[in-house]
């Protein structure tokens, strides 16, 4: 397991919700403040607001990218098809590793049929960042 995963892991065992996890995780390669990532990330926990909707550590995959490949609001007619086009990358590897992208389905919370963990979602997010932005998987 990669000092990355292994800190987004402690991160979410330490009370961090699945979204903080990833992104504080990823705190020093991004050049953000660990505390302004904390407060974005905030209320995509647990679907984002308990909702049970987008999962957690996928919404934290797709913020990373957002800040990773955006040119800024200058350049966002530029980049945005770009950013576009990753994110979808990595939400169909997400569902392709977990199964869906949705907190409710993942828990199993109408089916009783658990597809991941959210530790499980947080280390497939944090593949998925790595082999999508950092290329190091």
């Known amino acids: ?12 065992n330490q ?3 699945c979204c903080q996890s990833v992104c504080l995780a990823f705190a020093d390669k991004l050049g953000i403040d660990e505390e302004v990532l904390f407060k974005i990330s905030e209320g995509f926990g647990a679907g984002m607001g308990n909702l049970q909707g987008s999962c957690g550590a996928l919404s934290a995959a797709v913020m990373i990218a957002g800040i990773y490949n955006s040119g800024g609001k200058d350049a966002a007619v530029r980049t ?7 994110v979808s990358q990595m939400n169909n590897e997400f569902v392709d590793l977990v199964g869906s992208m949705c907190c409710k389905e993942i828990k199993g919370l109408e ?7 959210c530790d499980g979602c947080i280390e497939t997010a944090v593949y998925i960042v790595n082999k999508f932005i950092f290329k190091e998987n």
């Open 15 to 17: 009370g961090n919700n």
């Open 80 to 86: 945005k098809a770009k950013t576009y086009k990753l």
């Open 111 to 117: 089916t009783g049929h658990v597809l991941k963990s």
């Open 1 to 12: 397991m990669d000092k990355i995963t292994e800190k987004a892991l402690l991160l979410h």
